[in-house]
């Protein structure tokens, strides 16, 4: 089989499927590229022989499914590979799902090995264990819902997930080829995950809620918490998506003082590292490593800690005011809800009981509103 002339796409590095025609007896196949634009891809290279394995999995973002492949070449070195490549396939993209059924039946799997300058490094053939049927179930679910906005999923998904993570999560089931009860392919997931607990984050909000005497706020702000709880959105794993999760909660604080300048002309400062208590509720590395992945990241430009802290936080304002609205019912009961907050109502179902905030009839409920309905923006 000869591929001197192949016509290979440009990319990154990274892997990428496509289809070609590599020998005219078998005609069209769908064809694994794997790129890699630095040296390190002579020492794969030289590899031999040159073993390639797949994890995959998917992953529930909130704008919906996302599928992972994690390619990786032994051996293992404290539990992470020689080289591991993600591959990151849009479940309700047009045609994936013919593509994955083609792979599927497919007896073999050829893998081209391109290096530096597109240069054509090596050619392999696998025999087809790889399991792609396992992806059809999670593809044909997703196509019935609406189409994914992969760059947002995926700055989503990158936030929430470290690829050690993903690489070490445990199948579903006792074995990767456990089926369900329906006899579908079990699918990996991350591993169970679990909500962050508002005692961990309760001393920062009471120093990001500390407008009221008696600090009736908090109230609205244990509210607000476990509406973040229920839309999954402080659910944690790892370091990374730990942080995202205290994140969420820190601009609550931050939505918080807003509103009380838009509707009271209360002014407060929003200080995000200040309210970090207890000191080791965020780490200044994991910190650092979130705000490289920020897509307005420069490398060149130097930004202090509480810089970049801030820029973190606010990152999440829109989704999280998103739930809000959605859990309140709408800019109204939202708006209500905080309009209400001062008032020391004991429990949170009372207060967000007045919702009168549907009429606003005086200049401060008619900015506060007015605020609201733009999505609750950042102030000053």
Excluded at 33 to 57: C, M, N
Excluded at 85 to 98: A, V
């Amino acid at each position: 089989m000869h591929v001197y002339h192949l016509d290979l796409p440009a990319t990154a590095s990274g892997t990428r499927f496509f289809e070609t025609t590599l020998d005219p007896e078998i005609g069209v196949e769908v064809v694994l590229v794997l790129v890699d634009q630095t040296d390190f891809a002579h020492q794969l290279a030289h590899r031999s022989p040159f073993e390639l394995h797949l994890k995959t999995g998917a992953v529930r973002t909130t704008l919906g499914p996302l599928t992972f492949l994690l390619w990786w070449v032994p051996p293992l070195t404290d539990g992470m590979p020689f080289a591991l490549y993600e591959h990151l396939l849009n479940p309700t993209e047009q045609g994936l799902f013919k593509m994955v059924q083609t792979l599927s039946v497919q007896t073999h799997l050829h893998v081209l090995l391109v290096g530096p300058g597109q240069e054509l490094l090596d050619f392999y053939e696998f025999e087809n264990t790889f399991k792609f049927d396992a992806l059809l179930p999670v593809i044909e679910s997703a196509m019935t819902g609406r189409a994914l906005d992969l760059q947002a999923a995926k700055l989503e998904y990158e936030r929430m997930y470290s690829l050690q993570t993903l690489f070490q999560m445990e199948p579903s089931g006792d074995g990767a080829d456990e089926r369900d009860k329906d006899g579908k392919e079990a699918q990996n997931e991350p591993e169970r995950r679990h909500a962050l607990d508002w005692n961990v984050v309760e001393p920062a909000a009471k120093l990001a809620f500390d407008i009221w005497m008696g600090q009736p706020e908090l109230i609205w702000a244990r509210k607000a918490f476990d509406v973040l709880v229920a839309a999954a959105l402080l659910d944690e794993t790892d370091a990374f998506s730990h942080h995202i999760a205290v994140f969420r909660v820190l601009v609550l604080g931050g939505i918080y003082r807003d509103f009380c300048e838009a509707a009271w002309d209360e002014t407060s400062s929003i200080y995000y590292a200040q309210w970090c208590e207890p000191d080791d509720i965020v780490d200044r590395f994991v910190v650092g490593q979130l705000f490289a992945r920020l897509p307005d990241w420069d490398a060149h430009e130097e930004v202090e800690f509480d810089e970049a802290l801030d820029r973190l936080i606010e990152a999440e304002r829109a989704l999280v005011v998103e739930a809000l609205r959605k859990d309140f019912g709408g800019t109204a009961g939202l708006c209500a809800s905080l309009w209400q907050s001062p008032k020391d109502f004991g429990d949170v179902e009372e207060a967000c009981k007045d919702r009168d905030c549907f009429e606003p009839d005086d200049a401060g409920r008619l900015q506060a509103y007015e605020w609201v309905s733009e999505g609750c923006l950042r102030r000053g």
